[in-house]
């Protein structure tokens, strides 16, 4: 219940192009969707996040999809650049005291010139 | 501006040996405080969380224990470490009461357990 599930693991694209990580969550309860990016020996930074009452968010060349019926989202990167390869996770949250974040397992992306 | 502190950077230490890692927020007050660990290849496994002074929740029981003594500084300690404890240690913080904020981490710790 508390999961988050992400795939691909790693994933390799060529420069411009588009990078695609998904990732899928069961509790319906999870209201705060970001994804963080980490680079080597740094810790993870916010990227982008998303609440469930819109299908989709774009910042610059990152956008998020929200599939709220599927319990999906996803990280999309467009015209991919080298200074993007990187370890990305997704994560989930509920509205509470605690607000922890539950995190998806990572894709580590690797985006050749 | 807020910045997180998390020292230290690297640690090698043997088996059966203690351990105590310190995280300290400035320019917040109330934080929700957290410790994750992230294994070789591995995802971000939160360990413990902390939403006041003195209350501490841990997610996973082990070998690990945390302690918040003061409201802006969070400690990771352990007794006796395991070869299994290897790995790099995040500290984070996030606005209390100020739900679904962003979550800040440091810039970890990376425990070598020889």
């Known amino acids: 219940q508390q999961q988050v599930k992400q795939s691909p693991q790693s994933l390799i694209v060529q420069k411009g192009g588009i990078s695609i990580i998904n990732c899928a969550y069961e509790n319906t309860a999870f209201d705060y969707f970001p994804w963080y990016q980490q680079f080597p020996g740094k810790g993870p930074a916010l990227l982008i996040a998303?609440?469930?009452?819109?299908s989709e968010k774009k910042e610059g060349r990152f956008t998020i999809s929200f599939n709220k019926s599927a319990k999906q989202f996803s990280l999309h990167i467009m015209d991919s650049q080298p200074g993007d390869s990187a370890t990305y996770f997704c994560?989930?949250?509920?509205?509470?005291?605690?607000?922890?974040?539950?995190f998806g397992t990572g894709t580590r992306l690797q985006v050749f010139p | 501006s807020q910045t997180i502190h998390q020292w230290p950077a690297t640690l090698v230490q043997p088996v059966g040996s203690p351990l105590s890692l310190e995280c300290t927020v400035e320019g917040t007050s109330n934080p929700n405080l957290y410790w994750y660990r992230q294994a070789a290849g591995r995802g971000l496994q939160l360990l413990f969380y902390?939403?006041?002074?003195?209350?501490i929740s841990s997610e996973v029981p082990q070998n690990l224990s945390a302690s918040r003594p003061q409201d802006r500084q969070f400690i990771l300690s352990s007794k006796k470490l395991l070869l299994s404890d290897s790995g790099f240690y995040l500290c984070?913080?996030?606005?209390?009461?100020?739900?679904?904020?962003?979550?800040?981490f440091g810039n970890g710790t990376r425990l070598t357990v020889t």
């Open positions: 998303i609440r469930p009452d819109v």
């Open positions: 902390s939403v006041g002074i003195g209350q």
């Open positions: 984070a913080w996030r606005g209390g009461r100020l739900y679904n904020s962003p979550l800040h």
């Open positions: 994560a989930a949250s509920i509205e509470d005291i605690t607000d922890k974040l539950i």
